[in-house]
């Protein structure tokens, strides 16, 4: 799989990132919207560790954008470009967070019974056997298990969703439990908040108050490390605001507004 694709021609100004980890692709929609007024990035994240991922986002930009670039990272690809703008602050102009993961340990303790809560019984019995074979060894082909695991926790992420295709290429089981693993132990040892202390660029959150990644697990941590944040909550909408009916115009109404604004 190549790990970029161009939405218009040269300059690049910016660049949205995948979450996951192992799932390229889904910022897809995000990339197509704002390249009606300008050029965007789309790196797809191939590495199979946190520092992997960050060296090859950080080669990708130097040599494909105009530094410094806005980066604007969904739910894990939130977390992967705020490690990446404070390793690399000089090529990293602002930070958008959309849906971020949590920055403590403490706040991610309930998401999952969350979505398991919003699930009908039947989708939830599947989630619950599906997560049971992700961690048996000896199952096979978790890329399609991990596909449909992500249908279904999808019906619990959303408030209203409008229709939409999913734009995943491949569901990439091996990413995600490694880079997600090694994620979990900087969380809850402190490290990644600690990657605040070195960001010099602003930095603005837009979290669905539908989440079921707590926006207070964002917001909270945040205000506390960063030298120059903004935090925007979308009501009535989930962990994907592009696709929510209510939130949609406004979440591409705010990136499109701090793509343009000069005032940093």
């Keep these: 799989m190549e790990n970029l694709r161009k939405y218009g021609r040269m300059p690049f100004t910016v660049a949205v990132i995948h979450g996951g980890p192992g799932a390229p692709g889904e910022m897809a929609p995000v990339a197509r919207e704002l390249s009606s007024v300008m050029s965007v990035l789309e ?3 191939t590495a199979a560790t946190i520092h992997g991922q ?10 494909n954008v105009d530094i410094p670039v806005t980066l604007i990272g969904f739910s894990w690809g939130a977390m992967l470009g705020f490690i990446v ?7 990293v102009k602002k ?8 920055y403590e340990e403490k706040y ?31 199952v096979e082909d978790k890329n399609t298990l991990m596909a449909r695991l992500g ?9 209203d969703p409008l229709p939409h295709d999913d734009e995943v290429l491949e569901c990439q089981y091996d990413i995600f439990q490694s880079v997600w693993e090694q994620a979990r132990v900087l969380r809850s040892s402190g490290k990644l908040l600690e990657f605040g202390e070195g960001i010099q660029c602003p930095v603005i959150a837009i979290h669905g108050d539908y989440d079921p990644h707590p926006y207070e697990g964002v917001r909270t941590p945040l205000f506390r490390v960063l030298r120059d944040f903004r935090f925007i909550l979308l009501e009535r909408c989930g962990h994907r605001p592009w696709i929510e009916r209510s939130a949609r115009e406004r ?12 005032g940093h």
């Excluded at 703008?85 to 090529?91: D, G, V």
């Excluded at 309930?110 to 599906?130: F, K, S």
């Excluded at 979440?251 to 000069?262: G, M, Q, S, T, Y």
């Design 95 to 102: 930070l958008i967070l959309v849906g971020s993961g949590a």
């Design 251 to 262: 979440f591409f109404a705010i990136l499109k507004a701090e793509l343009v604004w000069k």
């Design 43 to 45: 790196p797809l994240q």
């Design 85 to 91: 703008a404070a390793r690399y602050p000089s090529i």
């Design 151 to 159: 249908e279904l926790l999808s019906r619990a992420d959303s408030y």
């Design 54 to 63: 960050v060296e090859e986002l950080q080669d990708v930009l130097k040599d």
């Design 108 to 138: 991610a303790a309930h998401i999952m019974e969350t979505r398991l809560g919003r699930l009908g019984p039947e989708a939830r019995e599947e989630t619950v056997l599906l997560m049971d074979a992700l961690n048996d060894p000896s």
